[in-house]
């Protein structure tokens, strides 16, 4: 992944209701889901919803399917590790057996009960 197309795909989601859509299609891989169902699980409003759905599609972060009438939102599996991959590839010197942690660490509580307070 070129530097360009990873600051695009963090820069999209860099901002709160879009980062709950795309762990959102993320849960629901590799089926997806229609916008409709989206905006009702989220409770986003379905303009709002639409903008994000097209900034995390050309951040190549998400992928639509026209089906008839309908379209399908699915998380783009492949993008999203490569955007990790991206973001570990000189992880530890290059030696990826030094960057398992021992203890997983728990997240912040600030940012447990906003990432709480988002998703309900």
Do not use: W
Request: proline share 8%; aromatic share 4%; glycine share 8%.
């Amino acid at each position: 992944m070129e530097m360009k197309h990873a600051v695009t795909a963090l820069a999209a989601l860099a901002q709160p209701s879009r980062l709950l859509v795309f762990r959102h299609l993320v849960e629901l891989a590799p089926e997806g889901a229609h916008p409709g169902d989206i905006a009702a699980r989220l409770e986003m409003p379905p303009n709002t919803l639409s903008f994000h759905l097209k900034t995390l599609s050309q951040a190549g972060l998400i992928d639509a399917e026209q089906s008839g009438r309908f379209i399908r939102y699915r998380a783009n599996i492949a993008g999203m590790q490569a955007l990790v991959g991206f973001l570990t590839e000189t992880c530890c010197g290059g030696d990826p057996g030094q960057c398992i942690p021992t203890v997983a660490l728990p997240m912040p509580a600030v940012n447990r009960r906003r990432a709480a307070s988002l998703a309900s």
